[in-house]
Every structure is written in structure tokens, then in C-alpha cells.
């Protein structure tokens, strides 16, 4: 089934330990969300990607990064991982040509010790 | 700008009872308007999604009607069930690639 991957879901990271979370998508949508959701709130978008059009929100930490190397993936760094930084990450994709949707994935749930 | 404010939780509710949680948007144009579904552990799944003004998104049961008039999409279900227990997601588009959520809305059923 076509769907959005990501992997792991589960990461444990060390303070100020480079972190990597990556996910994948078999839908071939244009665009791709990384969001991050702390408990008992809404999903706060990071940045997207409109093809290889970067776009990053105006509150989103310079600590955190991302790159797409194609349409299939797409990769969430985080620097310097704080304690703040704790939370699930979700990666989302959606295609504006076709239903007006995002399709998430299952989340990566980050735990910063 | 752009936003979604939803009913606080949480809700709890006796099986078979009637849901409703509340959802209101603040929009520049005419927005495209959605609600999620979050199971515990789990990732955001599409749960409905109206259009334009009138449309009635349905689901599993679900429904909710877009409403200019009241800027509303105000979340209905008439009998819910233990397995309805979930976290519940308000959400907009409008023009360009993002989505507005909601802070969510807590549902818990109990048999």
C-alpha cells in the first residue's frame, strides 16, 4: 500500500547529540511536512517542501534542518538537541494537484536524556 | 491570518452517546476545512474533509457541515463507541501548502 515511512519510531539521543530522523513516501506527492507535536497540543509545522523548495517557518529553530534528496525522501536533523526538544515528529506529504490532504506518517517519537 | 479554535477537552462519554465537538476557523479566503484523527501512539489520519461552503464531510459515522455564515465545522456523531477513543483534530487550507491546526480535543468512551 502506498503510504508515508518513518523510521525509527522511536529514538533515544543524548543532550547536544546529533540526531537524525528520516522519512520515506510512495505516494509521489510533491510536497512534504515536518511537524513537531509535544503533548496535549497541535501539530506545529517546522518547514516543507515544495519539490526542492525549501520553505521554513519564522519561528522554527536554526537547531533544527532539513533535506530532501528526492521526492521519496525526506530527512529531519536536529544539531544540538536540547531538552526541549523532546516530542513526536511527524512528517506529513500532500500533493496540490490532487485531493487537498495531507497524508501523515505514524510518527517518530524523540526522547532526549 | 489564519486559525482554528477548537472546543477544549477533555470529553468523556458513555457509549452510545451523542458527540459533538466544536470547531472554528478564522480564514482570509475560503478555506478547505478537515478533521483528524489521532489515535494514541499513533500518527494523524484523515477523518473528513469539506470544500467549499454546504459541503457535509462524512465518515465512520462522523459528520460535520462547512458553515460561512458561522465559520464553523463543528465535529457530529450520533452513538460513539469505545473505539472512537482518540484524540480529535480541527484543520485548515486555504491558499498555498499549509495546514492550521487545532490544539485538539480529547475524546474518551467508556462502555
Known amino acids: 500500500d502506498a503510504m508515508v515511512i518513518q523510521n525509527p519510531r522511536y529514538q533515544v539521543t543524548q543532550f547536544g547529540k546529533p540526531v537524525t530522523l528520516s522519512c520515506s513516501q510512495t505516494?509521489?506527492?510533491?510536497?512534504m511536512y515536518w511537524y513537531q507535536q509535544k503533548s496535549s497540543q497541535a501539530p506545529k509545522l517546522l518547514f516543507h517542501?515544495?519539490?526542492?523548495?525549501?520553505?521554513n517557518e519564522a519561528d522554527t529553530p536554526d537547531n533544527f534542518q532539513s533535506r530532501r534528496p528526492n521526492t521519496s525522501f525526506c530527512f529531519l536533523d536536529i544539531r544540538s538537541p536540547g531538552l526541549g526538544d523532546a516530542a513526536m515528529y511527524l512528517c506529513?506529504?500532500?500533493?496540490?494537484?490532487?485531493?487537498?490532504?495531507?497524508?501523515f506518517g505514524p510518527g517518530t517519537r524523540l526522547l532526549v536524556l | 491570518g489564519n486559525s482554528v479554535t477548537q472546543m477544549e477537552g477533555p470529553v468523556t462519554l458513555s457509549e452510545e452517546a451523542f458527540l459533538t465537538i466544536n470547531c472554528t476557523y478564522t480564514?482570509?479566503?475560503?478555506?478547505?476545512l478537515f478533521w483528524y484523527v489521532q489515535y494514541p501512539g499513533e500518527g494523524l489520519q484523515l477523518l473528513l474533509k469539506?470544500?467549499?461552503?454546504?459541503d457535509k464531510g462524512s465518515n465512520k459515522g462522523f459528520e460535520a457541515t462547512y458553515r460561512k455564515e458561522t465559520t464553523s465545522f463543528h465535529l457530529e456523531k450520533g452513538s460513539v463507541q469505545v473505539s472512537d477513543s482518540a484524540v480529535y483534530f480541527c484543520?485548515?487550507?486555504?491558499?498555498?501548502?499549509?495546514?492550521?491546526f487545532g490544539t485538539g480535543t480529547s475524546l474518551t468512551v467508556i462502555p
Open positions: 506529513a506529504t500532500s500533493s496540490p494537484g490532487q485531493v487537498e490532504t495531507q497524508y
Open positions: 505516494l509521489n506527492h510533491n510536497v
Open positions: 517542501y515544495y519539490d526542492k523548495d525549501f520553505n
Open positions: 480564514a482570509t479566503g475560503y478555506p478547505s
Open positions: 469539506a470544500t467549499k461552503a454546504d
Open positions: 484543520a485548515l487550507r486555504e491558499t498555498g501548502n499549509q495546514f492550521y
